[in-house]
Nanobody, 122 residues
Framework: QVQLEESGGGSVQAGGSLKLSCAVI????????MGWYRQPPGKQRELVAV???????IYGDSAKDRFTISRDNAKSTVYLQIDSLKPEDTAVYYC????????????????WGQGIQVTVSS
């Protein structure tokens, strides 16, 4: 069973920084996609950034400039650095990972974290 362990959320003042971490507990195989989504209060979940083990990275429209995604494949961990935080960054941030559940055949498996709260005060 694959699970995601998120950490690093909290309450910060505008202008501050946070680094979120998400570790994959268990194994995913193939070109594993890992990333972050967020859901602001009263809004739909949106893409922040995703990255693949092959090195491809995509940022959502809301994540230009101030967000940096990175990953440590050896630790099966993805990070999200958020700088110059703004009140509109307040949201529940969800980690997401997807890949094959087996290394001997391909069967798609997608896993979501429970979400961590990031609150930015002005």
């Amino acid at each position: 069973q694959v699970q995601l362990e998120e950490s690093g959320g909290g309450s910060v003042q505008a202008g501050g920084s946070l680094k979120l971490s998400c570790a994959v507990i268990g194994s995913l195989f193939g070109d594993v996609r890992m990333g972050w989504y967020r859901q602001p209060p009263g809004k739909q979940r949106e893409l922040v950034a995703v990255t693949t083990s092959g090195g491809r990275t995509i940022y959502g429209d809301s994540a230009k400039d101030r967000f940096t995604i990175s990953r440590d494949n050896a630790k099966s961990t993805v990070y999200l650095q958020i700088d110059s935080l703004k009140p509109e960054d307040t949201a529940v941030y969800y980690c997401n990972a997807a890949g094959s559940e087996s290394d001997s055949y391909y069967r798609f498996l997608e896993v979501w974290g429970q979400g961590i709260q990031v609150t930015v005060s002005s």
